[in-house]
């Protein structure tokens, strides 16, 4: 059986130093799909880079994390929505209501 992690961010600097060992472990594992969610147009060019580092394995969402939302997210949102139109991207992800965080 395969499985899939759909929300992980891995392309976050947490994972730095351990980022491909993590991968390589789930692989292991059977986990052979990682959907990552972006946070904010700060992490953009970061989950790109992880995703052409592992094609076959990482599935971008393009998206805005409520806890990021802030007072230029018009700008934010149009970022994003120009990453859209212009990358490759399987789905919006982090759009939701997140009242864990506020």
Known sequence: MEYIDTHC??????FDKDRDEVIQRGLISNVKKFVLPNVDTSTIDDLISLV??????????????????????????????????NGKFY??????LDFYWD
Request: hydrophobic share 30%; with cysteine; glycine share 8%.
């Open 9 to 14: 961010h891995l392309f976050l600097p947490e």
């Open 52 to 85: 052409k580092a592992y094609p076959a394995h990482c599935y971008p969402l393009a998206g805005l994390h409520p806890s990021s939302v802030e007072e230029d997210y018009e700008s934010e949102i149009q970022e994003i929505k120009t990453r859209l139109e």
């Open 91 to 96: 789905g919006i992800g982090e759009i939701g």
